[in-house]
């Protein structure tokens, strides 16, 4: 079974801050999926990645399929970016996704 | 296109109640998931499908049952509810199923069992 590890559990931003979440995982994959949950509210994809690199806005995702990690960067914060990301990975033909606990971002004006 | 929903959003049983939460998605996906969300922990999956009439355990099947009768509709049932099921319940859905395919989510059950 991957074991999928989120860091930090929780981040306290300033607005305008870089933000950066890690996401490592111990088995090989096929894709690597990061989702916001906003408090209270349901879940939505942000990216999917199986190598390289995504850009939306101000969200950018980065994967190393050697070292097993995957990286979400936010640039310029906003208290509207106040989530819960959370990491999942899916391997191969698998249909089932393994999840990390998830890292609480706060970002204060 | 609504997307993936769920009824109840809200729903409060007493110990050894049942209860059957509802999901439907207008996507014509093949798949479909239920999870729940406990604190500290993360989304865990309890019982899927991948198509119309079919159905599979999960990670956390125990207490629970699911039917497929319809693509479009995936239902989770509590027969004799306890304590340890007090969680957020998610459905979600995707086309094909694969690791690479985006699953969509509905907006949760907040279930309390007293």
């Known amino acids: 079974k991957n074991e999928v590890e989120q860091s930090p559990q929780n981040l306290t931003a300033q607005e305008g801050e870089f933000i950066t979440i890690n996401c490592s995982y111990s088995?090989?994959?096929?894709?690597l999926h990061w989702l916001q949950q906003h408090p209270g509210g349901g879940i939505v994809s942000l990216f999917m990645?199986?190598?390289g690199k995504k850009k939306h806005g101000r969200l950018i995702a980065t994967i190393n399929i050697q070292e097993k990690h995957s990286s979400l960067h936010i640039t310029a914060s906003h208290p509207r970016d106040s989530a819960v990301y959370i990491c999942?990975?899916?391997?191969?033909?698998?249909?089932?996704?393994?999840f990390g606990k998830g890292t609480l971002l706060t970002v204060n004006p | 296109n609504a997307g993936v929903t769920q009824t109840p959003k809200f729903r409060v049983l007493k110990t050894g109640q049942s209860m059957t939460l509802l999901c439907a998605q207008d996507?014509?996906?093949?798949?479909m998931y239920w999870y729940r969300q406990d604190p500290g922990m993360g989304l865990r999956l309890i019982h899927y499908?991948?198509?119309?009439?079919?159905?599979a355990k999960g990670e956390v099947p125990d207490g629970y049952n699911v039917s497929r009768l319809k693509k479009q509709n995936f239902l989770l049932g509590l027969e004799s509810a306890a304590p340890s099921q007090t969680s957020v319940y998610f459905c979600?859905?995707?086309?094909?199923?694969?690791?690479?395919?985006?699953?969509?989510f509905g907006p949760g059950t907040r279930l309390t069992v007293l």
């Open positions: 499908s991948v198509g119309e009439g079919t159905t």
């Open positions: 990645l199986s190598s």
């Open positions: 999942a990975v899916g391997g191969g033909s698998n249909y089932k996704l393994t």
């Open positions: 088995v090989g994959i096929s894709a």
């Open positions: 996507m014509n996906h093949e798949y």
């Open positions: 979600a859905s995707s086309y094909s199923g694969r690791g690479t395919d985006t699953q969509y």
